[in-house]
């Protein structure tokens, strides 16, 4: 079988809120004529992100083109999920054109792409590209290094101190590994944040890359999709913190799932989520609340602070009214009866 024959697949990263599940749920619906298939690699599992993917399925990706793995980082599964679920994909009938992977918030997307090395699949697959969302507004104040000047400083005068931290390693590790940078949420950035952020992406990148501004997700696909990178060829000028043995882990984050009870106003939650960004540095809270007198589910994404909802669907009429949310932070700020107390004596209040 020839490179000409491979099966496509497009590897989509990116910080936490970045915007992967819009700008997936947008190619889903003007996929410029090809018949695409959709991988979602949770953390946590509340599969919000397939739920959302699912609810905008239409001919060109049905339903069952789209599969969820929630057992871990695709890279830490290979056999057990990655595998099988790329075979299913590739024995439906009519065969995809092409298979999207929206990997987590947290993944390192170098490991992923030597997956693509295993001997079941690698004649029948290449990865097109690694499409890598940064949000604009985020890259521009500096959230995965703070104060670099400082750090800088510090290095200077003492080479021991390891300045670096789990969250600026992620973002490194998805910069330098991609093929196309989308720079997302630009009209929250403006253009002094924008011009920050791509200068913060160009001294990170390891090579110059093109650079993207996308809001809501709304790209041409003839940008991303096609790029026949064949990324999996091509590993040596993807330098990432963690080359060498596979030794990556997510021992720095963590996540719990918190049921939370009907709420009385969308605002309630709102400001605990906010609370929980501000005092308790959470850094993402997605999820599902039930709203009283409402039939619709409220779908909720924040990221820090930032918190956006919707009504997505109606509740089914054998679906318990029940709302949960995954919660992700740094391993040390994930404190279950804090995070209980702000989310449910809140609801418990409002209820009431």
Same mark, same amino acid.
């Given at each position: 079988?020839?490179?000409?024959?491979?099966?496509?697949?497009?590897?989509?990263?990116?910080?936490?809120?970045?915007?992967?599940?819009?700008?997936?749920?947008?190619?889903?619906?003007?996929?410029g004529g090809k018949r695409l298939a959709v991988v979602v690699n949770e953390f946590g599992d509340v599969? *919000?992100?397939?739920?959302?993917?699912?609810? =905008?399925? $239409?001919?060109? =990706?049905?339903?069952?083109?789209?599969?969820?793995?929630?057992n871990g980082c695709i890279c830490c599964t290979v056999a057990d999920d990655f595998i099988p679920t790329i075979e299913a994909l590739m024995a439906l009938e009519p065969r995809p054109d092409h298979i999207l992977i929206e990997t987590s918030g947290l993944a390192l997307p170098k490991?992923?792409?030597?997956?693509?090395?295993?001997?079941?699949?690698?004649?029948?697959?290449?990865?097109?590209?690694?499409?890598?969302?940064?949000?604009?507004?985020?890259?521009?104040?500096?959230?995965f290094a703070p104060n670099v000047a400082a750090v800088d400083a510090q290095r200077e005068a003492d080479e021991s101190i390891d300045h670096e931290t789990p969250l600026s390693e992620v973002f490194e590790d998805q910069i330098s =590994?991609?093929?196309? $940078?989308?720079?997302?949420?630009?009209?929250?950035?403006?253009?002094?944040?924008?011009a920050k952020a791509k200068e913060i992406i160009a001294a990170e990148a390891p090579r110059p890359l093109p650079v993207v501004e996308v809001a809501e997700g709304i790209v041409d696909p003839r940008i991303i999709l096609g790029l026949e990178a064949a990324a999996e060829d091509d590993m040596d000028a993807r330098p990432s913190?963690?080359?060498?043995?596979?030794?990556?882990?997510?021992?720095?984050?963590?996540?719990? *799932?918190?049921? $939370?009870?009907?709420?009385?106003?969308?605002?309630?939650?709102?400001?605990?989520?906010?609370?929980?960004?501000?005092?308790?540095? $959470?850094?993402?809270?997605?999820?599902y609340a039930a709203v009283a007198g409402k039939p619709m589910r409220l779908l909720v994404q924040a990221v820090g602070a930032r918190v956006r909802y919707q009504y997505d669907r109606a509740w089914q009429p054998d679906e318990a009214r029940q709302g949960r949310l995954v919660v992700i932070a740094e391993h040390d700020d994930i404190r279950v009866a804090t995070i209980q107390s702000v989310l449910g004596a809140r609801a418990v209040e409002a209820a009431e």
């Amino acid at each position: 079988m020839t490179d000409l024959a491979k099966l496509p697949v497009t590897v989509i990263t990116g910080f936490l809120g970045s915007g992967k599940t819009t700008l997936i749920r947008e190619l889903m619906q003007n996929p410029g004529g090809k018949r695409l298939a959709v991988v979602v690699n949770e953390f946590g599992d509340v599969g *919000v992100d397939g739920d959302i993917l699912k609810s =905008c399925a $239409i001919p060109d =990706c049905p339903a069952e083109n789209i599969m969820e793995l929630a057992n871990g980082c695709i890279c830490c599964t290979v056999a057990d999920d990655f595998i099988p679920t790329i075979e299913a994909l590739m024995a439906l009938e009519p065969r995809p054109d092409h298979i999207l992977i929206e990997t987590s918030g947290l993944a390192l997307p170098k490991p992923l792409l030597k997956a693509f090395d295993w001997p079941d699949i690698r004649s029948k697959i290449t990865v097109d590209g690694v499409i890598a969302l940064a949000d604009a507004e985020a890259v521009a104040a500096g959230r995965f290094a703070p104060n670099v000047a400082a750090v800088d400083a510090q290095r200077e005068a003492d080479e021991s101190i390891d300045h670096e931290t789990p969250l600026s390693e992620v973002f490194e590790d998805q910069i330098s =590994c991609a093929d196309i $940078i989308l720079l997302t949420k630009p009209d929250l950035a403006g253009p002094e944040g924008l011009a920050k952020a791509k200068e913060i992406i160009a001294a990170e990148a390891p090579r110059p890359l093109p650079v993207v501004e996308v809001a809501e997700g709304i790209v041409d696909p003839r940008i991303i999709l096609g790029l026949e990178a064949a990324a999996e060829d091509d590993m040596d000028a993807r330098p990432s913190h963690h080359d060498g043995p596979h030794d990556h882990d997510h021992e720095d984050f963590e996540s719990i *799932v918190v049921d $939370i009870p009907e709420q009385a106003d969308p605002a309630d939650l709102v400001r605990a989520v906010e609370v929980l960004a501000n005092e308790h540095n $959470i850094l993402r809270v997605k999820g599902y609340a039930a709203v009283a007198g409402k039939p619709m589910r409220l779908l909720v994404q924040a990221v820090g602070a930032r918190v956006r909802y919707q009504y997505d669907r109606a509740w089914q009429p054998d679906e318990a009214r029940q709302g949960r949310l995954v919660v992700i932070a740094e391993h040390d700020d994930i404190r279950v009866a804090t995070i209980q107390s702000v989310l449910g004596a809140r609801a418990v209040e409002a209820a009431e």
